[in-house]
């Protein structure tokens, strides 16, 4: 099998494609031949070593693919199936091995790519705007990097509710892709707070989605109504410092959590449950899922470079 292998912490350069052998399925795993695997912003967090990993480790979290064999006492799955996942370490390879309990089968009409391209993003934004904060009809939330991979997923679940969105992105091409995707304000990030609470009449939104964290995160807590939802749920600018939860208080009694998929996907009901509804949004053609470039396998350090950069936009896949 082939598989980009991290053997020190670093740069994008410090991904290598390397051969190795095929471990197979143990008892309770399947195995998965890649078809698609996603790249997201967490791989480049456990690439720097921001989020530490034991070394060497294969980097990406999850993919769609074709079950190529089942360890013993695996049920519900047949060789051949079409699967997706969203948290077996080491999708970038041409074959994954994990847990059956990890795999969801893929309905026909999604693609096997598509699947790929949701199962991390579709999934978070999915916890976000229907658990975290369950956003109502006529609610205003920000989200924040719109034209990103969370961004497109999150505005469009959070318009299929009935809310609007104000947007905040960094270049012109981004803004324009937010505003097609259906955003109801689009905006650079300077001011964005000010903004937010002049177009909610004073009032402040109910949520800011923030996965930008150290640079939005002040302004997006000012940005709130009482009892408003700040959901921190990644730092792709870099960490947040230490809160003072006197804020929260001067701030109307606001909310402040910092979610994890893991726990919002903690038992395999749940897990179902949301990757069943994402992917009907998907054929209802309620959620169309932009994917903004793929790349080859060995070139996994392109696609870190130009995420980390803020060159892309929507969904990025390494093709094996
Ligand atoms: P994106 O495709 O959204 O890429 C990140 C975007 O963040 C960039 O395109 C950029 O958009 C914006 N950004 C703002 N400041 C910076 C900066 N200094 N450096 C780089 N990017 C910056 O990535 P993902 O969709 O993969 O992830 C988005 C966030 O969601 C990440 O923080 C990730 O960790 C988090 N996440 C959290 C999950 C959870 O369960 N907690 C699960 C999945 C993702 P622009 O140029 O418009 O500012």
Request: aromatic share 6%; net charge negative; with cysteine.
């Amino acid at each position: 099998m082939k598989a980009i292998v991290v053997s020190a912490t670093g740069g994008p350069g410090v991904m290598r494609l390397l051969e190795g052998e095929d471990p197979g399925p143990r008892p309770g795993q399947i195995s998965v031949r890649v078809a698609a695997a996603g790249v997201n912003f967490i791989d480049v967090y456990h690439r720097t070593g921001a989020y530490g990993l034991p070394l060497p480790f294969t980097p990406g979290l999850e993919g769609g693919g074709y079950v190529a064999a089942l360890g013993e006492g695996v049920e519900g799955f047949a060789v051949g199936d079409e699967v997706a996942w969203k948290s077996v370490p080491g999708s970038y390879a041409d074959l994954v091995v994990g847990d059956a309990d990890e795999f969801v089968l893929v309905p026909e009409k999604v693609a096997v790519e598509t699947a790929a391209a949701v199962m991390l993003q579709g999934l978070t934004a999915h916890y976000l705007c229907n658990t975290v904060y369950d956003v109502q009809e006529g609610d205003t939330v920000i989200v924040h990097a719109a034209a990103g991979g969370m961004g497109l997923l999150l505005t469009q679940m959070v318009k299929y509710k009935g809310g609007k969105v104000i947007a905040t992105v960094s270049t012109d091409a981004k803004a324009e892709l937010a505003r097609q995707n259906g955003a109801d304000h689009v905006m650079r990030y300077e001011g964005f707070g000010a903004k937010a609470r002049e177009l909610t009449g004073g009032a402040g939104v109910a949520a800011v989605y923030d996965g930008v964290g150290k640079t939005t995160f002040t302004e997006g807590l000012g940005a709130l109504r009482r009892r408003g939802v700040m959901a921190l749920f990644g730092q792709a600018s870099g960490p947040v410092p230490p809160v003072d939860p006197q804020d929260l208080h001067r701030g109307g009694s606001l909310i402040l959590t910092r979610p994890t998929l893991a726990d919002f996907t903690a038992t395999r009901e749940e897990y179902l449950q949301r990757a069943n509804d994402v992917f009907q949004m998907i054929e209802d053609d309620n959620l169309l899922v932009r994917v903004g470039e793929t790349f080859r396998l060995e070139e996994a350090p392109e696609a870190h470079q130009l995420l980390e950069s803020r060159k892309t936009t929507g969904k990025l896949l390494l093709i094996p």
